[in-house]
């Protein structure tokens, strides 16, 4: 087949729901370090990394011969076996994620370890009410989607009404209308009033996003999460941070909630654990994981090629300091960002994010001051970086954000090859 061929079948065999990027998608066949090659021999900078997924770069030959050395031993047996590869990823995990979280429980998805971070919260308050942001996306179930607060990735109507979503942190969209920081950080506070009128006051707790992925890297004010931890526990819930995006070194930390001096009461973790393969996982206190007394099984979380991934990944991001190096290198991306909104100050409206995820909010006209969504700008933006030769992703309630994402190990000359194009992206718009 080539590219059209694959083009007309996706289109033919595949929900039409499974969407792609740009006019004429990419048909991607392989890929190396930090590029990605189409079908048709076109070369592009990989700014995007599978949604924050390939963590340190495509075909990396360390995690492929751990990945291969396993998978000729074993494939795959289910967790009613122990297993050395699973094992050694809960160990791992224990060790590097903050305080008194120890045990794990392995999923196949982010969806399914939100889920059951959910379900262990209501296990072990003995409540169900569970609060959530604005703005937040949790995965493709019915209960990930009712936590989610985007209309447009709503299938169904909410399925469960014990969930209730609380002011999005969105600093450049304050839904108080105010400004940080003499808004005292009003959003987090209003979490107190949301428990008191519209659940019955006991709650499980409350799942967050460091920074917020889908949601167009919406980035919490320094003080927000304590404000809500400390609210969320004193209604008897837990709290929970959901590091599917922001783990594993993405914004300069080990963990996206390192930034906020709070440690949470269980985390869940997907995406760039594996380097690209499907593995997730929940990490709790021995408390928590102890109220889960009924069977369990996840038939494909755990399962020994995806650990033996994640160790290894896991292993050189640790080695190679490669937190580190995301917040170094997204010093330097994010000083270009500013200076290319500088540049074209007509769209870009806001920059935002941590580390390797960084984000440019596209506005109409923003010198007027309305910083009403452009969508139709972001559309042009991202034929604008593809036909240069960079791959970047979107995001946002009004799709209008422009998501950057590049792998963990990306290098000074990548970084400045990537703000080039963008920078020449900019200078192109029409619209």
């Known amino acids: 087949m080539n590219s059209q061929d694959i083009r007309d079948k996706h289109k033919q065999y595949l929900f039409p729901a499974v969407k792609n990027f740009y006019q004429e998608p990419l048909v991607i066949s392989k890929g190396r370090g930090t590029t990605v090659t189409d079908m048709d021999g076109n070369t592009y900078l990989d700014f995007f990394g599978g949604i924050l997924t390939v963590s340190i770069g495509h075909a990396n030959e360390e995690v492929n011969g751990a990945i291969l050395a396993q998978l000729n031993r074993l494939s795959h047996i289910s967790t009613l076996y122990p297993v050395e590869s699973v094992v050694e990823l809960a160990e791992r995990l224990e060790n590097i994620t903050p305080g008194n979280l120890k045990k794990c429980f392995f999923t196949a998805s982010g969806t399914e370890a939100d889920e059951t ?42 399925q469960i009404a014990a969930v209730k979503h609380a002011l999005s942190p969105y600093c450049y969209r304050c839904p108080l209308k105010s400004t940080y920081p003499e808004c005292g950080v009003g959003c987090a506070e209003d979490v107190d009033e949301l428990i008191r009128t519209t659940t019955t006051g006991k709650i499980a707790g409350m799942m967050v996003e ?19 931890a400390e609210i969320i526990r004193n209604y008897g819930g837990v709290f929970i941070s959901d590091e599917v995006q922001t783990g594993f070194g993405r914004t300069g930390k080990m963990w996206g909630m390192d930034h906020y001096g709070v440690e949470p009461d269980m985390m869940t973790m997907a995406k760039g654990i594996a380097n690209g393969l499907p593995l997730a996982a929940v990490v709790t206190t021995g408390a928590i994981a102890d109220s889960l007394i009924k069977n369990t099984i996840s038939t494909f979380g755990g399962n020994p090629v995806s650990c033996a991934a994640a160790n290894k990944t896991i292993e050189i991001i640790l080695r190679d300091n490669l937190a580190e190096n995301a917040k170094s290198m997204g010093e330097i991306l994010r000083k270009g960002l500013k200076e290319i909104q500088n540049k074209y100050p007509k769209h870009a409206g806001d920059i935002r994010g941590m580390g390797l995820m960084q984000a440019i909010e596209f506005v109409v006209d923003e010198p007027a001051g309305d910083r009403t969504p452009n ?20 995001g946002g309630l009004s799709g209008n954000v422009v998501r950057i994402s590049p792998h963990l190990n990306i290098g000074r000359d990548d970084v400045e090859n990537a703000l080039e194009i963008l920078s020449d992206s900019f200078a192109a718009l029409t619209v």
């Open 210 to 228: 460091p920074i917020q992925g889908v949601g167009g890297f919406v980035t919490p004010p320094k003080e927000y999460f304590k404000i809500v």
């Open 117 to 158: 971070a959910v379900m262990m919260a209501q296990l072990f308050t003995g409540n169900i009410e569970f609060i959530t942001l604005r703005h937040a996306y949790s995965g493709r179930s019915m209960l990930a989607q009712s936590l989610t607060a985007h209309s447009t990735w709503r299938a169904l109507p909410s």
């Open 375 to 394: 969508p139709k700008a972001v559309s042009q933006f991202m034929e604008e970086t593809k036909k240069r030769g960079l791959l970047i992703g979107t």
